[in-house]
């Protein structure tokens, strides 16, 4: 995976709540059986005509906005269903960061998981950098993972939660299904436990 | 001891590993694959020669992209794309050993609807599937949830997720449920109430007079759209409809063993004085047949009520409503039983199982539907479509004008033929109303089984209680 330490970017405003997986990636998107190649496909009904012509008033669409490596959404982001090609099409597109007040949850996980930062702000902080991104593609934000703080185009710092392990695999770039087996030998005793107390299962 | 909710118990008895920060390990019980979120994840082990570690906790079924057509077994009906993932499904099954349901197998269906016929699902499980309606197990008083492709290959590599715990929330129907009022109106009825985030960071145990009066069918209904407001999973305490249900399905624990996992179960509720985070009691009297009007299931009213002004709503909402109106062709006042569709759909995780059907065909009998009207059934498994079948329920479908179909997904996220066209507009039983999701430019209005046959026969939202 992708390590994730600092980016200093051009922020796209997608300022509408409960952005759900179905406007990021819709579901005819969902029949490849690769990883690769979705970014062309992010947010496809609200990019593109019926011809698909892309659509001049969509933010994605917008010379500014074009390599926007972060996004700044509403409420609820990623809401709806599992679906890893969404993160997937956000990364493929150049997106590494996004922020909102809130995120669904699966999705929230989902991010983690391809080297893309979620970061969760209160409505009146990512109001400010929504304020920060409609100036365009002079307006850089800084993230600094390490130091979980976000920096507007006007210098003024926002800090952030971040659950620390999480943090940990995204700086390092770390593969969670190889630190999990250093630990089989946990999982070979609760197996072993289990087949005993639970033999049914 | 301090007292423990039921997510507690679940939790606690499947820690595998606890770090420091407090983060688990937690084993999974049963992992449920299907064709779409599965082959990046089987791609994933190969590269990194890695397999399988509980194939025979694993079970397989293709469901989204099936056509439900009855000449389905013509590879023609699927275009390329969906027959390369279900093909890749087959290998991985067969590779990787895993217990597996292929189209042609009569048992073949939506995932979580195989997973409890079989008795793959049973109480004080742990069940995840790369799925987000895999909350619908918890009906049983499984921890249940979707996860991501990522997490699918974790879970095949190792049979545990990293996760850290959820907060408890209590959801409380009192009371009974008003005639034409189903599970369907109860779950829509909640994230009205609560929104779609309302759930966030939660596990949701449904409890209450009205879930305990209702069968393993309705409480599936109930769990399966807990994720549609948010939460992490839904939860049902197990109780002897649970029990009914299991017992002598092809995989539940059978004679001694049976006895034991009965034992077990019973400690499975929440204990007196346990804490919940957050509470919501709702009376089962105030309960009304609804509709969503809007593009997220939190945009839920009676159907009594009209299309609402987005002046009404707060903040953000006011914009997304504003956009859903206009998305969705309606206009604020407009009387909701004056909203005309052309399209029904009948089926889904949600609302794909015999009770659905029986319901829907008791509105349906000795009537028609509305000439032009596309009305189709999908069951959620073979089964289903045999039962029905056998008891004549099928034949009232058809006989009022209904597609009769085989099992699958199908028109609840339209990547099958089944689609609608813009500006179509449809009465679902699924579980999603968003923008698209039933086919570009198409609109959908949620509901329960017995207000969509309603629909089907006046060719507009209809108050099911008008035709009782």
């Known amino acids: ?201 | 001891m301090s007292p423990k909710t039921l997510y507690d118990k679940i939790w606690d008895a499947h820690v595998a590993h606890e770090a420091e920060d407090g983060t688990c390990l937690l084993y999974i019980d049963r992992h449920l694959v299907h064709e779409v979120t599965s082959p990046q994840a089987f791609e994933g082990l190969r590269m990194t020669g890695r397999t399988v570690r509980a194939p025979e906790k694993t079970i397989a079924v293709p469901d989204h992209n099936v056509p439900t057509t009855l000449d389905r077994a013509n590879a023609a009906t699927m275009t390329e794309d969906s027959r390369i993932q279900v093909e890749a499904l087959d290998t991985n099954a067969k590779e990787f050993g895993l217990h597996y349901y292929p189209v042609s197998d009569v048992r073949q269906g939506v995932v979580h609807i195989v997973g409890p016929e079989q008795g793959w699902t049973l109480p004080g499980m742990t069940v995840v599937c790369g799925d987000s309606h895999t909350a619908t197990h918890g009906a049983f008083g499984s921890l249940a949830h979707g996860i991501g492709t990522s997490e699918v290959e974790h879970v095949l590599a190792t049979q545990t997720l990293i996760q850290q715990k959820s907060k408890n929330m209590k959801v409380e129907i009192t009371g009974k449920l008003s005639p034409g009022v189903t599970a369907k109106d109860v779950t829509m009825a909640v994230i009205g109430l609560t929104g779609t985030a309302g759930g966030t960071g939660y596990v949701i145990e449904y409890c209450g007079q009205v879930i305990r009066d209702m069968s393993m069918e309705g409480r599936m209904t109930v769990c399966n759209m807990a994720i549609e407001g948010g939460a992490r999973a839904g939860l049902i305490a197990p109780d002897q409809t649970t029990y009914d249900y299991c017992m002598g399905r092809p995989h539940a624990p059978k004679g001694a063993e049976w006895e034991a996992a009965l034992t077990y179960w019973k400690t499975l509720f929440t204990d007196e004085d346990a804490h919940f985070d957050k509470v919501l009691t709702i009376k089962g009297e105030d309960i009304a047949p609804l509709v969503t009007w809007g593009t997220s299931p939190e945009d839920v009213l009676p159907i009594t009520d009209v299309v609402p002004d987005p002046a009404s709503f707060k903040g953000g909402k006011v914009g997304a409503a504003q956009r859903s109106i206009e998305y969705m062709g309606l206009k604020a006042g407009q009387k909701l039983s004056d909203i005309e569709i052309d399209t029904v759909f009948i089926g889904s995780c949600t609302n794909g199982r015999i009770e659905d059907f029986r319901a829907a065909a008791a509105v349906l009998k000795g009537k028609k539907i509305k000439d032009g009207m596309r009305a189709m059934v999908v069951p959620g498994s073979g089964l289903v479509r045999a039962q029905a079948e056998e008891e004549g329920i099928a034949q009232i479908f058809i006989d009022a004008g209904f597609e009769w179909r085989l099992a699958g997904c199908s028109m609840c996220l339209a990547m099958n033929p089944d689609q609608l066209k813009p500006g179509e507009r449809c009465a679902a039983t699924s579980n999603r109303n968003f923008e698209g999701r039933q086919g570009r430019g198409g609109r959908t209005h949620l509901m329960s089984p017995a207000m969509a046959a309603a629909a089907a026969i006046t060719g507009r939202l209809t108050d099911v209680r008008d035709l009782m």
Not at chain 1, 44 to 72: G, K, T, W
Request: glycine letters at 6%; a negative charge; hydrophobic letters at 40%.
């Open chain 1, 1 to 201: 995976m992708e390590k994730f330490t600092k980016l200093s970017g051009i922020a796209a405003p997608l300022d509408l709540v409960n952005i759900d997986t179905d406007m990021i990636i819709p579901k005819q998107f969902l029949k490849t059986i690769k990883r690769s190649g979705l970014g062309v496909n992010l947010f496809d009904e609200m990019r593109y005509d019926d011809d698909r012509n892309e659509i001049e008033s969509f933010v994605l669409n917008q010379p500014a906005y074009r390599d926007a490596q972060i996004l700044v959404a509403g409420d609820n982001f990623g809401c709806g269903s599992s679906r890893e090609h969404a993160p997937w099409a956000i990364a493929d597109f150049g997106i590494t960061c996004v922020i909102a007040p809130s995120y669904a949850d699966i999705f929230y996980n989902n991010c983690f998981k391809n080297g893309i930062l979620p970061i969760a702000l209160p409505q009146e902080q990512v109001d400010v950098l929504m304020k920060d991104a409609e100036k365009g593609a002079n307006a850089r934000i800084e993230v600094d993972l390490e130091a979980q703080t976000i920096t507007s185009s006007d210098g003024e710092v926002f800090t952030f939660d971040v659950d620390p392990f999480k943090k940990h695999c995204l700086m390092n770039g770390l593969d969670d299904i190889g630190l999990t087996m250093e630990k089989a030998a946990s999982i070979d005793a609760f197996e072993a436990a289990a087949a005993t107390s639970r033999p049914w299962v």
